[in-house]
């Protein structure tokens, strides 16, 4: 009878076991679930329109290609603001090569941003890093100052056309 009681303790103990675990489980989807589907949600309509205005105003380019995955991912952040961007299309409307500004610009990937001190940046670029290079507030964020426009620096530091969240302008 003692054996049977053991027996009937560890069951009840493994059981529990068993269903704590699926519940830790369960909640982690859900988790992940809530993160996946907040994503893809673009920001509220108008959202970052003085930020895409300002940006525009600091004399920054973003170059683009209307094929270039990356650079609908940068406008997506944006939303309904990316009409405030200062965008410059790279690709001729076949895809079969640059538009003569691009050329001119030395534009390798896309999406491309340069900055009114000759600096760059390739890649989908977080909007922080944005505000921090054109001083630029983001909503809910006081002005910061602007090293990639202010100050008297001639130095570009520009990646290579390999970089992660980019895609080359040669299909």
């Not at 650079?71 to 640059?98: I, R």
């Amino acid at each position: 009878m003692k054996d049977e009681a053991k027996q009937q303790i560890a069951l009840e103990r493994s059981m529990r076991r068993v269903k704590i675990a699926t519940y830790i489980i369960l909640a982690i989807a859900a988790l992940l679930a809530v993160y996946i589907y907040t994503q893809g949600i673009p920001p509220p309509p108008g959202m970052y329109d003085a930020f895409a205005k300002c940006i525009a105003q600091t004399g920054t380019k973003f170059y683009g290609a209307f094929w270039c995955p990356h650079c609908a991912a940068q406008k997506q952040e944006f939303g309904t603001s990316e009409k405030y961007l200062p965008y410059v299309e790279c690709s001729l409307p076949d895809e079969s090569g640059q538009t003569q500004i691009c050329i001119q610009n030395n534009i390798q990937s896309y999406p491309t941003w340069v900055f009114p001190n000759g600096s760059r940046l390739t890649g989908t670029t977080p909007l922080q890093t944005l505000s921090q290079k054109t001083g630029c507030a983001l909503p809910g964020q006081a002005t910061s100052t602007a090293p990639g426009v202010s100050g008297s620096s001639t130095a570009t530091s520009t990646a290579s056309p390999a970089v992660a969240g980019s895609s080359s302008p040669a299909r």
